[in-house]
């Protein structure tokens, strides 16, 4: 199979070909696509190096899945047109609510894959992504009637300038000297910001949205939710706090159980110091990890649950190829 990846000098996109290494998918062409300035720049994958190809010249009929990696607008600019000749799966969040587009996390909704009307299916935002691979099993059971969130956003989410912002702020600030953000609205070294996007008319960020809507849209209209979403000085991973209230009664025990069975998700949960995973150690690991389960006192069937996983992988590069695994095995009937 041909595969291309649009953005591929980006963290999502350099990310996805170390995906595709580790899994170890037959590529037989692979075509590294990013803007004018980043024409010629040489890349490795799999003991090989490939030169990177200009966007604006390059010809989409010559793979069979194409990631975009490259921000909303790329992906408005480029992807529909595109769709014509290849598989399009998009990372970004610019066709995740349209209702010809799929919008799939393969361990929650596979199914989902069978209703491709424009050629287009959607990556999910990072937060959501960790969020529902959790919700799921959960939802199947217990039946989920609200979930209030609170998020704990790394610098990555935004992209790499971010995340060197984020190095050089920290440096200016141990050398006490002035720093004027860039990346971010107030300075992001060792400071919390409680906006991520763009506000809305209602108060809500835009990333406070997308959490609503595409939770809605890969699990359950029904699901009543409400975000906080707050970026800090964390470069890779994303922790969420989360509180789920259920229309069904519910003991610790089955919840341990059912989350230590779904796919992608992995609890460590002791009650003790240190008996949780933090955003540091779950960088670079596959798995969406779960921790300080306990029940909320305060509220009839409702849970508390601290969660964390790499955005960049779970969020992002690794799921869109789960999604082209779960293309490919429909592609060849199974």
């Given at each position: ?31 590294l ?19 990177v190809?200009?966007?604006e ?23 529909e ?11 970004s ?93 107030k ?32 699990i ?50 002791k ?12 960088e ?5 990890y ?45």
């Amino acid at each position: 199979m041909n595969i291309a990846i649009v953005g591929a000098t980006g963290n999502v996109g350099r990310k996805m070909l170390e995906v595709l290494e580790q899994k170890k998918l037959l590529v037989d062409q692979l075509y590294l696509v990013a803007s004018p300035r980043s024409v010629g720049q040489k890349i490795s994958f799999n003991s090989k190096e490939y030169e990177v190809c200009n966007l604006e010249t390059y010809d989409f009929s010559k793979a069979e899945i194409t990631f975009f990696a490259a921000g909303g607008k790329i992906s408005e600019q480029y992807a529909e047109e595109a769709s014509k000749h290849t598989t399009i799966i998009d990372n970004s969040s610019f066709f995740r609510m349209d209702p010809d587009v799929p919008l799939i996390v393969p361990q929650v909704n596979p199914e989902a894959i069978n209703d491709l009307k424009k050629n287009i299916i959607a990556n999910p935002n990072c937060s959501t992504a960790q969020l529902v691979i959790v919700l799921k099993p959960l939802h199947d059971e217990f039946n989920i009637k609200r979930v209030v969130l609170s998020t704990y956003q790394s610098v990555s989410g935004g992209g790499k300038a971010p995340m060197d912002e984020l190095i050089e702020q920290t440096k200016l600030f141990l050398d006490k000297k002035k720093i004027n953000s860039k990346n971010f609205t107030k300075q992001i070294a060792f400071n919390t910001i409680p906006h991520i996007d763009i506000f809305a008319d209602d108060g809500y960020t835009k990333e406070e949205l997308k959490m609503v809507n595409e939770t809605k849209k890969i699990i359950d209209n029904k699901i009543e939710l409400t975000a906080t979403c707050v970026r800090v000085p964390v470069l890779v991973s994303h922790g969420e706090s989360v509180n789920i209230e259920f229309e069904k009664s519910f003991s610790l025990e089955k919840i341990h159980s059912l989350l230590n069975s779904a796919d992608g998700c992995e609890v460590y949960d002791k009650r003790e110091d240190g008996g949780y995973i933090t955003p540091l150690e779950a960088e670079g690991k596959n798995e969406t990890y779960i921790s300080r389960i306990r029940e909320d006192k305060t509220k009839k069937n409702t849970l508390n649950l601290w969660i964390v996983s790499d955005n960049l992988l779970r969020g992002a590069a690794l799921n869109a190829v789960e999604i082209a695994e779960l293309l490919i095995k429909k592609n060849n009937g199974k």
